[in-house]
């Protein structure tokens, strides 16, 4: 069975250089990060994966540096095109160069919309200075990744106590907070009357939900209470799309299938903090488990990405 994944990370030349926050990662990670070619090919074949839907590595950047990059990635793409394909690396610190890097990208190199960090320094996206940067997406019929990013300095006292400042950056990361803070986002827009405004408007998820599906019916009683046109249940449906990067398990997927249309459900790994291999595996042990049906298989692998993108038939 071919897969499309969609939370899949790489890292520029330019970007390496200019920021020492990725000197901590491990050099096998590192490297894979920094393949557009022949290794991240081998990878995919691995793990059967036959289009691969690429975005940079966390990090906020000025507009030079996202636009030498976004033509990286195109160049990248051009060597292997029926293989990979593109998100946008935005500087969402400045919403209107944002808007228009979003458009040069989907116009000239045919990306398929934009990945962005959960913030800017703990600096969410429900101000309306934002909205610039989703009416664009909407109108360019593309989606807006919203994915996880490590706590600002503020953020991060949030999470320490009584244990080792270890233990808090982990807590704050990829422990607990990278999920919770990014559900959090989610409210925020929806409680800032984004999805009124933007009803159009396409957003993706990573991980599972990011913990929303467990709490859908709270936060479907008490976002009742907000005022706002449109349900939360309503814009759940109509406007997000959920996979399943980096997380591996039955249960939070059959909590997911539980509270989401199959049809806005789809496969990731998070390559390559994840392993496509392991990604693979995991849709064995679903089919086993019966969750999904045969049928039901198929979107989530592939068909769900396509009608999503307007890619394919993979």
């Not at 050099?27 to 690429?54: C, F, P, Y």
């Not at 400045?94 to 913030?119: Q, T, Y």
């Not at 976002?223 to 997380?247: C, H, K, P, Y």
Request: net charge negative; hydrophobic share 40%; glycine share 8%.
């Amino acid at each position: 069975m071919p897969f499309i994944t969609l939370e899949e990370h790489y890292i520029s030349s330019e970007v390496r250089n200019a920021n020492d926050e990725f000197a901590s990662f491990p050099a096998h990670i590192t490297q894979k990060l920094s393949s557009l070619s022949t290794e991240r090919i081998q990878d995919m074949d691995s793990g059967n994966v036959a289009l691969q839907i690429l975005s940079h590595a966390p990090g906020t950047h000025p507009p030079a540096l996202c636009t030498s990059t976004n033509n990286q990635l195109a160049q990248a793409i051009s060597q292997n095109p029926k293989r990979l394909a593109g998100f946008a690396l935005l500087p969402m610190g400045d919403p209107i160069s944002a808007a228009s890097e979003l458009e040069r990208c989907v116009r000239e190199h045919g990306f398929l919309g934009a990945l962005v960090d959960n913030h800017i320094n703990g600096r969410f996206y429900d101000g309306p200075e934002f909205r610039v940067v989703f009416e664009k997406a909407a109108e360019l019929d593309v989606p807006i990744y919203l994915h996880p990013s490590w706590a600002s300095p503020e953020m991060l006292e949030h999470y320490k106590g009584g244990y080792a400042d270890e233990v808090a950056v982990a807590m704050s990361a990829f422990g607990w907070g990278w999920h919770s803070e990014t559900a959090v986002h989610v409210l925020r827009l929806y409680a800032s009357g984004l999805f009124d405004e933007v009803p159009g408007l396409k957003i993706v998820l990573g991980h599972m939900g990011e913990m929303l599906p467990f709490q859908m019916e709270r936060v479907v009683g008490v976002a009742g209470r907000w005022g706002l046109r449109r349900g939360f249940q309503e814009v759940w449906d109509s406007n997000f799309w959920i996979t399943t990067s980096g997380m591996f398990s039955l249960a939070p997927l059959a909590c997911l299938l539980r509270t989401t249309k199959i049809e806005r459900v789809l496969y990731s790994v998070d390559y390559p903090f994840s392993d496509n291999k392991k990604g693979a595996d995991f849709v064995e042990r679903i089919k086993e488990s019966r969750l999904m049906s045969a049928e039901d298989l198929e979107k989530f692998a592939h068909g769900n990405a396509e009608a999503l993108f307007g890619v394919g038939p993979v």
